[in-house]
């Protein structure tokens, strides 16, 4: 049997219908349309993008993207449940909006509640949508991802021989996952190489966050996530360093590389830590719009900072990265970000299940977005033909150049280019 395209049209306008006709009816707000029936749960998606996405949609734009979902995943709409057709409906309606926004299942929403928890199981790689197709932002530390060897801008196509091709995010991520010490293979695209497959063995990822230690006179602390208490472990680490290192103490090199971002809370309190005043970033929604402000004190006492990007710096590591060069507190070295300038939120659909919906842009003290990414002051390529941490030596030449102690013996002296206030030049 083929497609009733008139049927299925009124079917999810009856559902939208419903559900607006009922907030007007009660002015009860979202919940129209009895729980019973597994159309209701478009209508709760519908309502929620409608009141809460980031910017207004067409509803018949939004409608015939949920039809065609449907008629994509099951050209036979007999060999379907109700409930795949309205999944497939509300996956393809939201990936209309955009590449973050996506409905989860309750084991996906589990999971992803899990990840900002900073413990979850899986690879331990954090993947976005691009094009259609899975994209590795950024793989996180000591994980089974990043011991593979996947780096940002993989794509995965394949998972156990199973396409990716027109799977929603979240889908997606829920196949990459699976029980601590099972095998997954994967195929990667990488550009420049031939596809190319990889077996990953899955763990329970317990990420941490914030490791730090002495580099001669200078702190290094790398924050590879922005999970719960990222803020908490950062002012343990600077206070850790300045015991260890004592009046030598020079200044920090944050690295933020192959950081996929977190809790926006977080990006906050970590540029807090490091501004005396000003704007750390703002966001704008179609329902709020926040401002957040640095309170006074500077744990780093207002000590030199270079922060080390990438292209697997994303979102809230831009909002860090972003606010404490706007504001002239650091340096940024490396190269340009990620760009991911969105903010989404997590909404309970009452079944254990939930939508990721964005509904904010955030911007920079600057009044500019990240879309396209944060240029480095110093960019500075990495270099895979060479021995060592190129980025890194210049990171740690750029801080002790703004603590006025020059190089350090043993270490490679920058050229006349290599000042670390802002600057165009490029390290190869």
């Known amino acids: 049997m083929g497609w009733p395209w008139p049927a299925c049209l009124r079917w999810l306008r009856r559902a939208a219908a419903d559900q607006i006709a009922y907030e007007i009816d009660t002015g009860r707000g979202p919940g129209a349309v009895s729980a ?25 734009v939004l409608v015939r993207a949920a039809v ?26 939201l990936q209309s909006l955009d590449p973050h926004s996506a409905y989860l299942d309750q084991a996906a929403y589990l999971a992803t509640r899990q990840v900002t928890k900073g413990s979850f199981g899986g690879l331990g ?6 094009n259609g197709a899975v994209q590795v932002v950024s793989p996180l530390d000591d994980t089974p991802a990043s011991r593979a ?23 997606s991520v829920f196949l990459l996952r699976g029980e601590p010490g099972s095998p997954i293979t994967l195929t990667i695209a990488r550009e420049g190489h031939t596809p190319f497959d ?9 990420v941490q966050t914030v490791r730090w230690r002495e580099e001669g006179d200078v702190g290094y602390i790398r924050i590879s996530g922005f999970s719960r208490n ?35 809370d977080q990006s906050v309190e970590v540029s807090d830590l490091f501004l005396e005043e000003g704007l750390i970033v703002y966001t704008r929604g179609r329902n709020d719009s926040m401002d957040f402000f640095a309170r006074r004190g500077d744990i780093a006492d207002g000590k030199p900072m270079v922060i080390l990007i990438d292209g697997g710096s ?16 650091a340096v940024l ?30 911007y920079t003290p600057s009044g500019r977005t990240v879309d396209g990414g944060i240029a480095p002051d110093l960019a500075v390529e990495s270099d895979p033909d060479r021995d060592g941490d190129e980025q890194l030596e210049r990171a740690l030449e750029t801080l002790l150049r703004l603590a006025g102690r020059g190089p350090k013996v043993g270490m490679a002296p920058a050229n006349d280019n290599g000042a670390a206030a802002a600057g165009t030049a490029v390290a190869r």
Do not use: C, W
């Open 333 to 362: 070295v490396g190269t340009k970000s990620f760009g991911k300038g969105s903010v989404q939120t997590l909404f309970p659909m009452g079944e254990g299940d939930g939508l990721k919906l964005t509904v904010a842009l955030y």
């Open 149 to 171: 060897g996947l780096v940002s801008g993989d794509l995965i196509t394949h998972a156990d021989g199973k396409s990716l091709e027109g799977l929603s995010l979240a889908d």
């Open 68 to 93: 065609n979902g449907m008629h994509e995943a099951y050209p036979d709409p007999d060999a379907a449940t109700d409930r795949e057709l309205v999944e497939a409906a509300i996956q393809s309606m």
């Open 314 to 329: 994303a979102s809230a590591s831009e909002i860090v990265a972003g606010a404490l060069q706007v504001q002239g507190r």
């Open 36 to 60: 019973e029936t597994d159309v209701s749960l478009f209508a709760r998606v519908y309502d929620r993008v409608r009141q809460d996405y980031v910017r207004e949609v067409d509803d018949a």
């Open 198 to 206: 990889v077996t990953v063995v899955r763990e329970i990822i317990r």
């Open 230 to 264: 990222v803020s908490v472990e950062l002012r343990d680490a600077i206070e850790a360093l300045e015991v260890q290192i004592g009046p030598r103490l020079a200044g920090y090199v944050i690295d933020l590389r192959s950081n996929p971002g977190g809790l926006l």
């Open 125 to 130: 790689v954090e993947v976005t949508m691009n």
